[in-house]
């Protein structure tokens, strides 16, 4: 996931319950002992033509001011930046899109997956948005050479000293407190549920429709709990789990990424270019020596900067997540162990960042270009969102004490995934308590009905999360078993593709029971 956010302390049950009966009358100005929320309610989206490289001529963007704390709606402001695709014909209103991450960029992302999304302008306007510490919108960062976290997460030094590791860890998060502003207090799922009920506001639309991917179906759930009466139709898909604690989902996603590499290797060892052989067994094998060989002994690229086995596990992680990588990470293997490029590998893992991380481009709540967006801007916002989420914070004895029972188990998971995710673990120490809200409270939700889709061979959000948060969520849900691999399914499979149309802009729902059968793109 993807996934992969950031968040400062978010409001607790009463706070949000609180907020909830003012924004119910967002005209109304708010009874004495309620804050006041009418004038982030009267805006309209003013459109225009997004500006930045690589934003299509048909693409509008705009924005919406929020506050920057919901209890204290006088403390300050901020931007959250929108862009939409107008309807093609006759427009019943808007569907909002989340990518995911947490800490993913709505604006950019549509700009360039557009394609896939064009089907719902047959009714619709479809608009997204960068959340708030995200992408434009106030953009969190952990500062200068913050983007390459391989120190602070390297399985060796946690191995052998895991204090000092929780000791960079702690500096790190201090790090993200300089450098971000006042936004990394109040980020967030609860608040960015908040801010999108504006932003249903300002689109003029009386429900919310909605989309979310991975984290965005997190994202879609604390809505439907928070605004069950403005909940349109909702399709979420790549499940989150709405319970789990991070180092529940850390050993999860090292099993489910364990499984996408097993069968990613069954695919490559069946072809002639495949780096490692023809024997699937040997090729794990080839896999866990590569790895550790590079973490002894990292490669240093064409442009200075180390490869390591752990980047080349992102690396790998990254391409799990669709079927249609294969080939390129096929290729990108043979690269680096052939030639010693590691060039292709970085590139899948979300490109390289050359020396230097630009500094937030403003902290007065204001939207900053896609020029002046942080380098690690991605990284520091999903750390700070999860973070943000949950409300575990284990003391670092008890870090220090459960390590080794939990490398063991993470390694049986998996022996590439498992150093990887167990150093997860320790990723929200140093960091404040997260909300007990969406563990506690997001359930039973009184909506109208809601579609769920689960991939059987998802990586990231495996599918027992859908049918696990389906029945939390209640009678509303209804689930799509999607029989196909990689995360997500709306993009990759046509049979799920069209029934989420068929719902969004038809009301017409799978039937109990309905699946979708697996698309064999990787046969050889």
Same mark, same amino acid.
């Given at each position: 996931? &993807?996934?992969?956010?950031?968040?400062?302390?978010?409001?607790?049950?009463?706070?949000?319950?609180? +907020? /909830?009966?003012?924004?119910?009358?967002?005209?109304?100005?708010?009874? +004495?002992?309620?804050?006041?929320?009418?004038?982030?309610?009267?805006?309209?989206? #003013?459109?225009?033509?997004?500006?930045?490289?690589?934003?299509?001529?048909?693409?509008?963007?705009?924005?919406?001011?929020?506050?920057?704390?919901?209890?204290?709606?006088? *403390?300050?402001?901020?931007?959250?930046?929108? +862009?939409?695709?107008?309807?093609?014909?006759?427009?019943?209103?808007?569907?909002?899109?989340?990518?995911?991450?947490?800490?993913?960029?709505?604006?950019?992302?549509?700009?360039?997956?557009?394609?896939?999304?064009?089907?719902?302008?047959?009714?619709?306007?479809?608009?997204? !948005?960068?959340?708030?510490?995200?992408?434009?919108?106030?953009?969190?960062?952990?500062? @200068?050479?913050?983007?390459?976290?391989?120190?602070?997460?390297?399985?060796?030094?946690?191995?052998? =000293?895991?204090?000092?590791?929780?000791?960079?860890?702690?500096?790190?998060?201090?790090?993200?407190?300089?450098?971000?502003?006042?936004?990394?207090?109040?980020?967030?799922?609860?608040?960015?549920?908040?801010?999108? =009920?504006?932003?249903?506001?300002? /689109?003029?639309? #009386?429900?919310?429709?909605?989309?979310? !991917?991975?984290?965005?179906?997190?994202?879609?759930?604390?809505?439907?709990?928070?605004?069950?009466?403005?909940?349109?139709?909702?399709?979420?898909?790549?499940?989150?789990?709405?319970?789990?604690?991070?180092?529940?989902?850390?050993?999860?996603?090292?099993?489910?990424?364990?499984?996408?590499?097993?069968?990613? &290797?069954?695919?490559?060892?069946?072809?002639? @270019?495949?780096?490692?052989?023809?024997?699937?067994?040997? @090729?794990?094998?080839?896999?866990?020596?590569?790895?550790?060989?590079?973490?002894?002994?990292?490669?240093?690229?064409?442009?200075?900067?180390? !490869?390591? $086995?752990?980047?080349?596990?992102?690396?790998?992680?990254?391409?799990?997540?669709?079927?249609?990588?294969?080939?390129?990470?096929?290729?990108?293997?043979?690269?680096?162990?052939?030639?010693?490029?590691?060039? +292709?590998?970085?590139? &899948?893992?979300?490109?390289?960042?050359?020396?230097?991380?630009?500094?937030?481009?403003?902290?007065? $709540?204001?939207?900053?270009?896609?020029? *002046?967006?942080?380098?690690?801007?991605?990284?520091?916002?999903?750390?700070?969102?999860?973070?943000? *989420?949950?409300?575990?914070?284990?003391?670092?004895?008890?870090?220090?004490?459960?390590?080794?029972? %939990?490398?063991?188990?993470?390694?049986?998971?998996?022996?590439?995934?498992?150093?990887?995710? %167990?150093?997860?673990?320790? /990723?929200?120490?140093?960091?404040?308590?997260?909300?007990?809200?969406?563990?506690?409270?997001?359930?039973?939700?009184?909506?109208?009905?809601?579609? /769920?889709?689960?991939?059987?061979?998802?990586?990231?959000?495996?599918?027992?999360?859908?049918?696990?948060?389906?029945?939390?969520?209640?009678?509303?849900?209804?689930?799509?078993?999607?029989?196909?691999?990689?995360?997500?399914?709306?993009?990759?499979? #046509?049979?799920?593709?069209?029934?989420?149309? *068929?719902?969004? &802009?038809?009301?017409?729902?799978?039937?109990?029971?309905?699946?979708?059968?697996?698309?064999?793109?990787?046969?050889?």
């Amino acid at each position: 996931m &993807l996934s992969v956010h950031q968040r400062g302390t978010v409001a607790g049950a009463a706070t949000a319950t609180l +907020a /909830l009966l003012a924004a119910s009358l967002p005209t109304v100005a708010a009874a +004495a002992d309620q804050p006041d929320l009418s004038r982030f309610y009267q805006q309209k989206v #003013k459109w225009a033509a997004c500006t930045g490289s690589g934003m299509p001529h048909d693409m509008q963007c705009g924005k919406v001011t929020v506050p920057l704390d919901y209890a204290r709606p006088g *403390d300050g402001t901020l931007d959250v930046a929108l +862009a939409r695709y107008r309807a093609t014909g006759a427009s019943r209103g808007s569907v909002v899109l989340n990518f995911g991450g947490p800490g993913g960029a709505g604006i950019s992302q549509l700009a360039a997956d557009s394609k896939d999304f064009m089907g719902l302008t047959n009714g619709y306007d479809v608009v997204t !948005f960068d959340p708030r510490g995200v992408g434009r919108s106030s953009p969190v960062s952990c500062g @200068a050479g913050a983007q390459d976290i391989s120190a602070t997460t390297d399985p060796t030094v946690e191995a052998g =000293d895991p204090k000092a590791a929780l000791r960079t860890v702690e500096q790190y998060a201090k790090q993200c407190v300089k450098h971000s502003g006042p936004v990394l207090r109040h980020i967030g799922t609860i608040n960015a549920s908040r801010d999108m =009920d504006v932003i249903r506001q300002a /689109l003029g639309d #009386k429900k919310l429709n909605y989309l979310g !991917f991975s984290y965005g179906t997190r994202l879609g759930a604390v809505y439907a709990a928070q605004f069950p009466d403005k909940t349109g139709r909702m399709t979420l898909d790549g499940v989150d789990t709405l319970t789990e604690s991070l180092t529940e989902q850390s050993l999860v996603s090292a099993q489910g990424q364990q499984t996408a590499l097993d069968d990613f &290797l069954t695919w490559c060892v069946k072809g002639v @270019a495949c780096p490692f052989g023809k024997d699937a067994r040997g @090729a794990r094998k080839q896999v866990v020596q590569l790895v550790d060989s590079l973490d002894r002994d990292p490669m240093t690229s064409a442009f200075g900067a180390q !490869f390591t $086995g752990q980047d080349l596990v992102g690396a790998i992680s990254q391409a799990l997540y669709s079927e249609s990588l294969w080939p390129s990470l096929e290729q990108a293997l043979a690269a680096l162990i052939q030639d010693g490029d590691s060039h +292709a590998l970085s590139q &899948l893992s979300g490109g390289i960042a050359l020396p230097g991380v630009r500094a937030a481009g403003r902290t007065d $709540g204001g939207l900053v270009g896609d020029e *002046d967006v942080p380098v690690d801007n991605l990284l520091a916002a999903l750390m700070a969102i999860n973070c943000a *989420d949950d409300p575990d914070r284990p003391t670092a004895a008890r870090l220090t004490d459960d390590m080794s029972r %939990l490398r063991a188990t993470f390694e049986e998971a998996s022996p590439v995934f498992g150093p990887f995710r %167990l150093n997860q673990v320790m /990723l929200c120490y140093g960091r404040p308590k997260g909300t007990d809200f969406i563990r506690e409270h997001v359930r039973d939700v009184h909506t109208p009905k809601m579609l /769920l889709v689960g991939t059987r061979g998802d990586p990231a959000t495996p599918y027992r999360w859908t049918v696990e948060t389906a029945a939390r969520l209640g009678p509303s849900a209804v689930v799509l078993d999607n029989k196909g691999e990689g995360h997500t399914g709306y993009t990759s499979s #046509k049979c799920v593709h069209q029934k989420v149309d *068929d719902f969004l &802009l038809y009301g017409s729902l799978p039937g109990s029971g309905s699946s979708c059968g697996a698309e064999d793109d990787k046969a050889r």
